[in-house]
Structure formats: structure tokens, C-alpha cells
Nanobody, 117 residues
Framework: QVQLVESGGGLVQPGGSLRLSCAAS????????MGWHRQAPGKQRELVATKASGGSTNYADSLKGRFTISRDNAKSTVYLQIESLKPEDTAVYYC???????????WGQGTQVTVSS
């Protein structure tokens, strides 16, 4: 059973920064894509960024610039650094893992990010 555990969310003032972490455990193939999605109140879940085990990276066009995704393959952990936070970044941020070899997808429980003064 694969588990994804997110951490790093919280209350941040506008203009601040935050680093989210997501650690995966369980049986995961070496060919996978880890990433982050977010869901704001009353809105659909949207892609933020993904990073493949091979290194390729993808960002949502509307979010490029302030978001940086990275990962440590040895630790099966993916990170999301968010700079210059805005109130509209308030959302639950979900970690996602797509196991390409096994054709399976997993989600974390989500971590709340609230941007408010």
C-alpha cells in the first residue's frame, strides 16, 4: 500500500513563503511522477506542478514563476516551494503520485495553506 504524507502547510501572511513536503512510502516503481495539485474553496482541483523521477518538470502556465517543485528520489519525497504568497493561493494542497510502471495513482490527504494578514 502506498501512502503519501504531506506537511508544511499553515497560515502565512501575504508576501511570505512556504515549503510543502510530501513523503511517499510503500511499493513504488522507479518510474513515477510526483506532483502537487490544489483546491481552493468552491473551485475545482487544479494542477500546480509535477516532477518525474527522470527529472522532467511541468508547471501550470498560470502559476509559473512563484512555484518551484523539486524532489529527492532517494527519499521518495517531493517538495513545493512557494514564494510571494497571495490570498488567492489559499487552498488545500494535495500531493499526487503516478506510478507509470504499475499504472496506478495515489493521493495524499492534503495540507491546508491559508494566506491572510
Amino acid at each position: 500500500q502506498v501512502q503519501l504524507v504531506e506537511s508544511g502547510g499553515g497560515l502565512v501572511q501575504p508576501g511570505g513563503s512556504l515549503r510543502l513536503s510530501c513523503a511517499a512510502s510503500g511499493s513504488i516503481s522507479s518510474l513515477n511522477v510526483m506532483g502537487w495539485h490544489r483546491q481552493a474553496p468552491g473551485k475545482q482541483r487544479e494542477l500546480v506542478a509535477t516532477k518525474a523521477s527522470g527529472g522532467s518538470t511541468n508547471y501550470a502556465d498560470s502559476l509559473k514563476g512563484r512555484f518551484t517543485i523539486s524532489r529527492d528520489n532517494a527519499k521518495s519525497t517531493v517538495y513545493l516551494q512557494i514564494e510571494s504568497l497571495k490570498p488567492e493561493d489559499t487552498a488545500v494542497y494535495y500531493c499526487n503520485l503516478r506510478d507509470i510502471w504499475l499504472s496506478r495513482e495515489y493521493w495524499g490527504q492534503g495540507t491546508q495553506v491559508t494566506v491572510s494578514s
